[in-house]
């Protein structure tokens, strides 16, 4: 009974023998996932092989690769033994594909690192200049990508400038040269760069998954498109690019406006601005002639009626002047046609006596008595005589 | 004189003439100023119409201009 010891004491035995063995510490331990569940970015793997089988865990799986149920993996850690509960876990900080997925899994590692660095972030990418006057094409001379490329842009645009930095696009150092050429395009001062190769197997897309390829995509100066094979494949220049591209082609159809449609639409915006402006003045050229019409008409009858008034006030003071003035002459005839009928030289004249008795004058027969003595006026002299008789007229 | 004042004289002249029992001096007197105050008044009544001739001239030639016809 020399050797009972508690439980505490037996596991903390074993976790000090295995923390005591280097060679646990670093291991590299091949062998299929034969479940795996991800629990708050934990991944809690159990991996196997035909014989045997480990608990493992990796934390924060977002810096490394997932894998599948079923793949057959390489997992680098160290093993922990937990004294709570007496078991054992393979603690993994990287997972990687073993065997042929390999060169996608680096791709992959290498994406999820500089897109934790932040050089794919959307908010980084600039948009692609609308009407641009000069372009850059890096990409090789030989082949059908550049022909393709001037071609579209030849076909929608015959003023825009492009240049052409010849590059190699495959083999060991064209990174080197991608580099270059991208070094020459941001110093062309250009509106818009394109980073351009066609379609080929994996290993021939190599330099565009290169580290420093992509790091400098990343800090162009210029906006750049990256078109690099065909539809379905994807290169990380794609991802660092300001616009992923699906064909070289249709990279060419980003960069380049479309000349004539815009010619056409300047064309058409000035006619219709010229077509406002008409319609705007001849709107106004008709309200102020109807404007100035009424100012004219109601001008005009002002006058007309004013001219009428005047005219009729002046007819009709000249009528009533007239009239005043003929009146006037009228009773001035009348008074001097009396005067004259009663002028008593003319009576005198015409052999007619006036008689005066006691020097008054003696109109009626009848006021003369006989032994009366009268003076009888006429025009040559005067008589003086007495009444010796007077003879009445029988009264009619 | 004034010409109602001078026509109002005249016709008073007019109707003492005319009463019968007016001696002839007197009345040789009143045709004598009766001629007087229709000369006056005549005077009057014809320098009125040569005025109202003057001024009738002037307001014809006044009187004639027309309202524009086209202002525009």
New interface residues.
Partial sequence: MNNVITVSQLNTYIKNIINAEELLRYIVACGEVFSISIVSGNAFITLADKDAQISCVCFDVSKTYIPKKGDKILITGGLSYYVKSGKMTFIGHKIELAGQGSLLQKFDELKKKLQAEGLFDEKRKRKIKPYAKKIAVVTSLTGAVIRDIVRTVRLKNPVIDINIIDTRVQGDTAYADIIRGLDIADELKVDTVILARGGGALEDLLPFFDERVVRRVASMQTPTISAVGHETDFSLTDFAADLRAATPTAAAEAAAYNYYELIENIASILAKIDNDCKRVFEGKQQKYRLFAESIVHKSKNFIDKNVAQVRNIAAQSYFNISNKLTLNTHILDKLTDKLNADNPINLIKKGLFKIERDGKAATTVKDIKVGDSISIFSYEGKLYAKVEKVELKKEQ | MK?EEA?NA??S??NE??S?????DK??EL?QK??EL?KL??DE?NE??GK?AVI?KE?DK??E????E???
């Avoid at chain 2, 201009?65 to 524009?68: F, L, M, V, Y």
């Fill in positions: 010409f026509l005249l016709q002249v007019a003439l005319e019968a029992d007016t001696t002839l009345s040789l045709y009766g001629v229709a008044c005549m009544l009125a119409k109202i009738k307001m006044i009187t201009i027309d309202a524009p086209d202002l525009k």
